[in-house]
Protein backbone atom coordinates (compact mmCIF):
# COMPACT_ATOMS: atom_id res chain seq x y z
CA UNK A 1 0.00 0.00 0.00
CA UNK A 2 1.35 3.50 -0.86
CA UNK A 3 2.09 5.92 1.83
CA UNK A 4 0.58 9.35 1.48
CA UNK A 5 2.50 12.54 1.26
CA UNK A 6 0.29 15.85 2.46
CA UNK A 7 0.85 18.99 1.67
CA UNK A 8 -0.07 22.18 3.35
CA UNK A 9 -0.70 25.75 1.27
CA UNK A 10 -1.27 28.86 2.95
CA UNK A 11 -1.85 31.94 1.43
CA UNK A 12 1.76 34.76 1.29
CA UNK A 13 0.83 38.32 1.41
CA UNK A 14 4.71 39.28 1.76
CA UNK A 15 4.64 37.64 -1.38
CA UNK A 16 1.78 39.79 -3.11
CA UNK A 17 3.60 42.97 -1.69
CA UNK A 18 6.61 42.39 -3.32
CA UNK A 19 4.92 40.98 -6.73
CA UNK A 20 2.86 43.89 -6.55
CA UNK A 21 5.94 46.58 -6.70
CA UNK A 22 7.79 44.41 -9.25
CA UNK A 23 4.30 44.50 -11.53
CA UNK A 24 4.58 48.05 -11.19
CA UNK A 25 8.46 48.91 -11.10
CA UNK A 26 8.16 46.54 -14.67
CA UNK A 27 5.12 48.10 -16.04
CA UNK A 28 3.48 44.65 -16.34
CA UNK A 29 -0.24 46.35 -16.64
CA UNK A 30 -1.35 43.38 -17.91
CA UNK A 31 -1.04 41.12 -14.28
CA UNK A 32 -4.81 42.00 -12.73
CA UNK A 33 -3.44 41.46 -9.02
CA UNK A 34 -7.06 40.77 -7.50
CA UNK A 35 -6.88 37.72 -9.74
CA UNK A 36 -3.06 36.02 -8.61
CA UNK A 37 -2.90 34.30 -5.52
CA UNK A 38 0.17 34.02 -3.77
CA UNK A 39 0.87 30.99 -1.54
CA UNK A 40 3.63 28.67 0.28
CA UNK A 41 3.13 25.23 0.14
CA UNK A 42 4.72 22.73 2.94
CA UNK A 43 5.38 19.17 2.50
CA UNK A 44 6.83 18.77 -1.03
CA UNK A 45 9.24 16.42 -2.32
CA UNK A 46 9.97 18.19 -5.03
CA UNK A 47 14.42 19.03 -4.54
CA UNK A 48 15.04 21.30 -7.66
CA UNK A 49 11.57 23.02 -7.86
CA UNK A 50 12.06 26.98 -5.99
CA UNK A 51 7.86 28.14 -7.69
CA UNK A 52 5.69 27.42 -9.82
CA UNK A 53 2.56 28.98 -11.59
CA UNK A 54 -0.68 27.65 -12.02
CA UNK A 55 -3.34 28.52 -14.54
CA UNK A 56 -6.99 28.36 -14.31
CA UNK A 57 -7.60 26.81 -18.09
CA UNK A 58 -10.31 27.90 -20.07
CA UNK A 59 -12.04 24.97 -20.20
CA UNK A 60 -12.48 25.83 -15.97
CA UNK A 61 -13.36 29.20 -16.84
CA UNK A 62 -16.23 28.59 -18.80
CA UNK A 63 -17.55 25.33 -16.82
CA UNK A 64 -17.39 27.76 -13.85
CA UNK A 65 -18.19 30.92 -15.26
CA UNK A 66 -15.44 32.32 -13.80
CA UNK A 67 -12.86 34.78 -15.36
CA UNK A 68 -8.69 33.90 -15.54
CA UNK A 69 -6.59 33.32 -12.44
CA UNK A 70 -3.54 32.11 -11.88
CA UNK A 71 -1.66 31.42 -8.22
CA UNK A 72 2.04 31.67 -8.41
CA UNK A 73 3.36 28.82 -5.23
CA UNK A 74 6.64 29.23 -3.42
CA UNK A 75 7.86 25.47 -2.11
CA UNK A 76 8.98 26.95 1.15
CA UNK A 77 11.66 24.01 1.81
CA UNK A 78 13.25 25.03 -1.32
CA UNK A 79 12.13 28.96 -2.05
CA UNK A 80 12.66 30.23 1.72
CA UNK A 81 16.44 28.63 1.99
CA UNK A 82 17.05 31.09 -1.24
CA UNK A 83 19.04 34.54 -0.71
CA UNK A 84 16.55 37.56 -0.96
CA UNK A 85 17.78 38.25 -4.77
CA UNK A 86 16.97 34.92 -5.71
CA UNK A 87 13.81 35.18 -4.38
CA UNK A 88 13.03 38.11 -6.19
CA UNK A 89 14.60 36.74 -9.51
CA UNK A 90 12.03 33.68 -8.71
CA UNK A 91 9.38 36.07 -8.23
CA UNK A 92 10.24 37.75 -11.59
CA UNK A 93 10.22 34.23 -12.83
CA UNK A 94 6.88 32.99 -12.40
CA UNK A 95 5.34 36.48 -13.07
CA UNK A 96 6.67 36.53 -16.33
CA UNK A 97 5.23 33.03 -17.10
CA UNK A 98 1.87 35.05 -17.22
CA UNK A 99 0.83 35.89 -20.68
CA UNK A 100 -0.49 39.49 -21.89
CA UNK A 101 -3.83 38.43 -22.38
CA UNK A 102 -4.42 37.37 -19.08
CA UNK A 103 -7.00 34.51 -20.62
CA UNK A 104 -5.36 31.75 -18.13
CA UNK A 105 -2.38 30.69 -20.88
CA UNK A 106 0.40 29.97 -19.90
CA UNK A 107 3.76 31.27 -21.55
CA UNK A 108 6.77 28.76 -21.50
CA UNK A 109 10.52 29.08 -20.99
CA UNK A 110 11.51 29.08 -24.60
CA UNK A 111 11.73 31.71 -26.08
CA UNK A 112 9.94 34.14 -23.01
CA UNK A 113 10.89 33.29 -19.79
CA UNK A 114 14.75 31.76 -19.27
CA UNK A 115 17.89 33.05 -17.28
CA UNK A 116 18.72 36.22 -20.40
CA UNK A 117 14.99 37.13 -20.03
CA UNK A 118 14.74 37.05 -15.78
CA UNK A 119 18.30 38.76 -15.36
CA UNK A 120 17.19 41.71 -17.82
CA UNK A 121 13.93 41.83 -15.81
CA UNK A 122 15.86 42.04 -12.80
CA UNK A 123 18.07 44.46 -13.78
CA UNK A 124 15.66 47.11 -14.85
CA UNK A 125 13.61 46.24 -11.64
CA UNK A 126 17.06 47.10 -9.60
CA UNK A 127 17.28 49.99 -11.84
CA UNK A 128 13.95 51.65 -11.28
CA UNK A 129 12.60 50.54 -7.78
CA UNK A 130 15.84 51.67 -5.34
CA UNK A 131 16.12 47.46 -3.98
CA UNK A 132 19.73 47.32 -4.11
CA UNK A 133 21.04 43.97 -2.47
CA UNK A 134 24.48 43.44 -1.52
Aim: net charge positive; with cysteine.
Amino acid sequence: MASYHKISYHRAPEMEEQAGKIVRVLGMDHIDLARVAFVRSRGTRSKRVLARCHALSRIFQSALGMEAHYIIEALSENFDRLSEEERLRTLIHELMHIPKSFAGGFRHHTPYVNRRTVDKAYREYLKNSGDYFK
